[in-house]
Nanobody, 126 residues
Framework: VQLQASGGGLVQPGGSLRLSCAVS????????LGWFRQAPGMEREFVAA????????YYADSVKGRFTISRDNAKTTVYLQMISLKPEDTAVYFC????????????????????WGQGTQVTVSS
């Protein structure tokens, strides 16, 4: 599976961005797609995930109510709509997909994801 993230940029606090992750390849074997982020000097952290079948969504507490993960009907693109952005949201954002069934139980663990796209930088600053 190939993943291509886009949509990052510079935005003021309180602003919005929508990230996109184009998904191609053997997506039928996927259980989930997730967004993670990594700030300088920090570990990669979970942001949001969506189950490939059924569409159940999961969010980190820090973004709940502000970020929304969704996918198109063809399951070729997954989006992360971000509103009310804060400086602490500044990071490189990565999309990842999982062929590991255990991701259904632990969707927030990056260890459950086996394909990763390149990151897209999101900077929230005035």
């Amino acid at each position: 599976v190939q993943l291509q993230a886009s949509g990052g940029g510079l935005v003021q606090p309180g602003g919005s961005l929508r990230l996109s992750c184009a998904v191609s390849g053997r997506t039928a074997s996927r259980y989930a797609l997730g967004w993670f982020r990594q700030a300088p000097g920090m570990e990669r952290e979970f942001v949001a995930a969506i189950m490939w079948t059924g569409g159940t969504r999961y969010y980190a507490d820090s973004v709940k109510g502000r970020f929304t993960i969704s996918r198109d009907n063809a399951k070729t693109t997954v989006y992360l709509q971000m509103i009310s952005l804060k400086p602490e949201d500044t990071a490189v954002y990565f999309c990842a997909s999982s062929s590991v069934r255990a991701v259904i139980l632990t969707p927030r663990s990056p260890r459950q994801y086996d394909d990763w796209g390149q990151g897209t930088q999101v900077t929230v600053s005035s």
